[in-house]
């Protein structure tokens, strides 16, 4: 499979996820759905450049810093997968 490939399927799901609501979501799954795509289109968090004062930030932040050891490629096929297992539960 070819990088371009890769982002195309992405983007796709990007564009699943956004016809989502995010009320039908546990937070759980937000916050994982959240980290991958951070993790994908930013690679991995700096935590200096973080601020966590409110505690939905620090939520979010822990998310992304959970997944940092991954690739952004490999950040890519785990939302697509999620995007695509949410989709089909429905």
Known sequence: MTAKD???RFEEAVAMA???SQASLPQDVQLRLY???K???FGTLDPSKTSTYHLR???KTNAWMQISHLSSDEAKE???EA???L???K
């Open 6 to 8: 890769l982002n195309t």
């Open 18 to 20: 956004d016809e989502m």
């Open 35 to 37: 980290a991958y795509y």
């Open 39 to 41: 993790q994908a289109t």
């Open 57 to 59: 930030d620090a939520f």
């Open 78 to 80: 785990l939302y697509i």
């Open 83 to 85: 995007i695509l297992a």
């Open 87 to 89: 989709a089909n539960k």
